[in-house]
T-cell receptor, first 112, second 114 residues
Framework: GDSVTQMEGPVTLSEEAFLTINCTYTATGYPSLFWYVQYPGEGLQLLLKATKADDKGSNKGFEATYRKETTSFHLEKGSVQVSDSAVYFCALSDRSDYKLSFGAGTTVTVRA | DGGITQSPKYLFRKEGQNVTLSCEQNLNHDAMYWYRQDPGQGLRLIYYSQIVNDFQKGDIAEGYSVSREKKESFPLTVTSAQKNPTAFYLC?????????????FGEGSRLTVL
């Protein structure tokens, strides 16, 4: 079945550092790919998405490109802030059944 | 504002008791989902429903039950048969056949068994 593997954390960075979180997927069809963010004690919020190969999703300075050849959707941000401290989840949706499969999540802590 | 409302935010239960978590959405979404989140783990699907009066088991349905009598509501009952119910429970919804398939989440309910 469909699955997502993402980089294990925790990741600790200083402010203004470059962040990358690796995500690879296994899917039989042509899934949509997502990054969600979860702040402490809250639900998940959609950060960005991509629906087809070579699409680039971007939001709040974060970017990820849908790479079909490497089955990857790595999340990047050029200069992180303390407010970016959160848990980040990579996910895919097989639109035939509208279920999302999630990675294990990566905890990111940004220090001032 | 449209959104998904989960209640209660925190819930304590004694062993052997059933508890029901509420999930209501006013987004006119067709499908609703319940996920369980444990520390350091991803989200695991408990149950989902794509239409009123119909629902399917997810990956970890044992010890849980749901109903979908109204489009807006998808309550989850954690029964005494659930061996390890302490967790963070997340409800989500989506509009089928529209958009990329992304889910919209509530704020979550944290259940603790004493």
């Amino acid at each position: 079945g469909d699955s997502v593997t993402q980089m294990e954390g925790p990741v600790t960075l200083s402010e203004e550092a470059f962040l990358t979180i690796n995500c690879t997927y296994t899917a039989t069809g042509y899934p949509s790919l997502f990054w969600y963010v979860q702040y402490p004690g809250e639900g998940l919020q959609l950060l960005l998405k991509a629906t087809k190969a070579d699409d680039k999703g971007s939001n709040k300075g974060f970017e990820a490109t849908y790479r079909k050849e490497t089955t990857s959707f790595h999340l990047e941000k050029g200069s992180v802030q303390v407010s970016d401290s959160a848990v980040y989840f990579c996910a895919l949706s097989d639109r035939s059944d509208y279920k999302l499969s999630f990675g294990a999540g990566t905890t990111v802590t940004v220090r001032a | 504002d449209g959104g998904i409302t989960q209640s209660p935010k925190y819930l304590f239960r004694k062993e052997g008791q059933n508890v029901t978590l509420s999930c209501e959405q006013n987004l006119n979404h067709d499908a609703m989902y319940w996920y369980r989140q444990d520390p350091g783990q991803g989200l695991r699907l408990i149950y989902y429903s794509q239409i009123v009066n119909d629902f399917q088991k997810g990956d970890i349905a044992e010890g849980y039950s749901v109903s979908r009598e109204k489009k807006e509501s998808f309550p989850l009952t954690v029964t005494s048969a659930q061996k390890n119910p302490t967790a963070f429970y997340l409800c989500a919804s989506t509009k089928i056949r529209q958009g990329a398939g992304e889910l919209f989440f509530g704020e979550g309910s944290r259940l603790t068994v004493l």
